[in-house]
Structures are given as C-alpha cells and as structure tokens.
C-alpha cells in the first residue's frame, strides 16, 4: 500500500472514533468492534536458522536473534513492532506473547531471560534442549496510535526455534533424603535416613515436590530431633553427610522456606508425620499425619465410639456421618487435640440448597461446635486437613441402580435408627452389575469389593435371584451383605 493511501486510511479510521457530534440512532445500531487494520505488502519476516543456545548468546551480552525483518514502503512518523507469540506446538493452543527488538541491522531481538521466563511458565522449567514454536503480529505504531498488520488472524513467519535453555539457578537431583540426627552434629547415613518420594511424573523441574510418611516414637524425638533434607549426592558419601544440604530457616517452623544449613531444623512431634517438601522453591511443611477422625457430638452423646472420616493422603479426609445438632472433629478418641470452628465469622458453616440437595461449607479453623445443618441424619463429610475447609451433604436416601433397572434410578434402602444400616429386598432377572448411590445422584456412589466398597469403585456383579441387600456404613471397610433369598 502506498504511504498516502495508508495514512488516508488511518485518518479516515480516526475521523470515525473521534466525531463528538455525531449521534447514534435510537436505539443505537448493533455494532462490532475490531481492531484498526491495514496492509503493507512490503514486510516479510524470516526465520532463525540454527540452534540458540542461551548460556552462550547470555554470557556474550547479547540478545537472541529469533528472526530477520525486511521492510519497504512503510509510512513516515510510523515505526514497525513485532510481537512474538510462542508455543510448544503448531496447534497454537496455548501460548504466550512477548515484546521483541528490532535491531539496525534489521535483526529481531529477545532478551535471554525474559525468553526463559516465557518458556519455563508457558512450557516447561527442565534445563534440556527443546523446540519451541514462534510466530509474529505486526504493529504500526505512532506514539499512542497503534495498528494492526493484516487482518487479526494474520501472523508472520512461522518458524521452530531450537534451544538450549540457560541453566537453571536450581540444580536438581532424582532423589532425595530426610536425614536426622540426636545431636545435629553427628549425620550417620547409612542408616539415619529416609527416602522420600517424589510427587507426579514427568520432569522433575515441573514435579519438584517430594514427600515421605513416617512414625517417630518418643524415643527417637527425644527433646528433638535434628533433621535435613539432602540430594542423593549428598547423602550416598562415605556414610557421612558432606556436602549441600537444606534446613528450615527457622528451625522450629513446620512450614516456610528451607536453606543451606548447617544445623539444620529440629522435629519435636512425634507420631506419624508427613512432610511435603519442593525442591525447586526450596519451601517445605510438615502436619501430624493421623489416619482419621472422629466427631464426636449429639449424634453420639459427645463421645468418640468409632473413627468416621477416612483418608489416603493424609490431607483428604472423607466419611459417612450420623449428625444432628453439632459436633468437632478429633484425631484421637479422647479431648485435648480436637477442633471446630470460629463462630460469627465468614469462615464459619454456612448452609444452602443447590439441586435438591441440602449442603453445608465452612473452615474449621476454632474451637466453636460446628453446626450439623437440617434434615438430621447421615451426612457426608468432607475435611481437607492442610486448609480445614469442611463440606457437608445431607444424604437424604440411599439406593440401589444397575441392570436390574436399566439404570434408570435408584431403588431406594430403609435405614436403621442411627443410618449406620440400609436395607432393601431386590430380584434380578438374569446376572447383574449395579452400585450404591445417594440422593438419586452419581456425585456420591459406592462400588468395587463387597467387603471393601469404595467411593467410585466398581460395578457389583451379582448372579440371577431375589435378594436381602444390606449396606453397613458404620466406620471402614463399608460393605454390603446380600444374601440369596
């Protein structure tokens, strides 16, 4: 396009979004902002040949070349802006924006970290080679004025950049170790350690957290225990601990940052303990890891006469509940450690109807009773331990579906005096899957082994025949008996 043609363009784009006098109709017209676009046919963009390895280009004090511009008959007063959009495939899916440099030699231009920055958000934070896909928009820009190249989908210059990423600040090994100590002076390990267990797959640079579970007797806790976390490297030397090792900056903390240390932190709790720890942050917690909870309450007289909230994380913690009135949770048949809420505050139960059914939220972060919602009965309830965010679902029937009804809803069980017990007579035509579910929904099911049933298990196959079905939910394994009539 010719430089007069363009600015006419522009001025007459401008001319529109500046009238003061004008008047929409009444009702105004439908209207349907975009962008302002022009052409200019005298621009190409072409691709970096070759491999960028961003230590190298970084160590020079230079900035990475990821294309060459060539441009002609561009309007006075205007400067040409590329943005590059990068990807970790062709698809385009997902995808991150950067501002680029072009340089006088007509060379476009990134800066190594604010590219590694891109990446390690957008793709990944392993240090390995990898190809990257890159494509650029095409901006006229006038002081305050900016205008798009081409139509909105236009993008110039599709290319693959090869990198070699700069090398991390973080190095990471695949294993880890907590090792512990009487002293924190003394660091036996060959056999003062315990392995931990890294979480998810992939690489390790995107799952840096590891973690381990374990039992410490008031024997080993002492008056304290001093522990670190060490590499493999670290820890594998002669048996002795030489070499890079983290500890809790604050030695006591059970959560914050962990740091090169030297004496590293001291444990006092004792029992099960599970410690989280990411190796990248270099942050770490750890919480007393108890295998479930009781809630004592109205239901049950304010006693604690079995455990009802399971888990197999020991951060998740789910059961079926008998409640009425209030109750607190306890991670132990006795008082001392339980826990409820804070009264009056947001965090506090709070109860609504969605669906049908009947659901309670709140933290239990207190000492207050917390309040078992309307109707009284079985309810479901969740905990999650590390944020003590609560959940409550009124169960307000529980029944049968599979083959034997197509599917097709639930045929419900008669419950016992304190729902711990549902029951129900069923014939099956012919051999049979079917499950157990609540409140005519799938959002809570039961299946799998008759013995062992768990939340989402498996279908239940049953031979041809008319039978007693009798659900048992007091405490864990939930089962079911069905006996032949």
Known sequence: MKKAAFLSFLTLCLGFTSCDNYEEPN?????????????????????RVGILDLDAINIQGVDVPV???????????????????????????????????????STVTVTPD??????????????????????????????????????????????????VPLTPSVILEETYYFVYSKDGKTWDTTQDTIRMTREGEGSLYDNPKYTFTYDFTTEMIGDGLYWKIAP???????????GVAFGPADATAQNGKLVVSSNGGVLTMEGVVMMTADMYDHTFEYIQAISNFYTPGNANGWSFPYPVLFTNDYVHYSGFVFLEGSFKFAPEPKWGRDFGQVNDTPDAMAFREEGGQFIGEGFANGGDNIPAGEPLGLKYLTLNYLTRAMKIVAIQSVGMIGGFNDWGGQQNMEPNEDFTEWTTEV????????????????????GGDVQNLTEGGDNIKTSAGTYNVKL?????????EVTAK
């Open 27 to 47: 009702p105004p017209a439908q209207s349907n902002p975009q962008e302002t676009i022009f052409e200019v046919g005298g621009l190409s963009v072409e691709p």
């Open 427 to 446: 014939t099956f035509d012919e051999d049979t899957e079917w499950k157990i579910r609540m409140n005519d929904d799938w959002s809570i099911n039961l």
């Open 472 to 480: 048992i939910l007091k405490g864990q394994p939930y089962a079911v």
């Open 67 to 105: 294309a060459t511009v060539s441009l002609s008959d561009f309007p006075d007063g205007y400067q040409l802006q590329l943005d590059m959009e990068l990807s970790a495939d062709e698809t385009f899916e997902k995808t991150a924006v950067m501002s680029t440099t072009i340089t006088t030699d």
């Open 114 to 163: 604010a590219l590694q920055a891109v990446i390690n958000n957008l793709i990944t934070r392993d240090p390995a080679p990898l190809k990257v896909m890159a494509r650029f928009m095409a901006y006229a820009v006038n002081g305050k004025t900016k205008v798009r190249l081409g139509d909105p989908d236009k993008f110039y210059c599709t290319e693959t950049l090869n990198l």
């Open 232 to 242: 493999a490297s670290v820890v594998l030397r002669n048996g002795s601990l030489s």
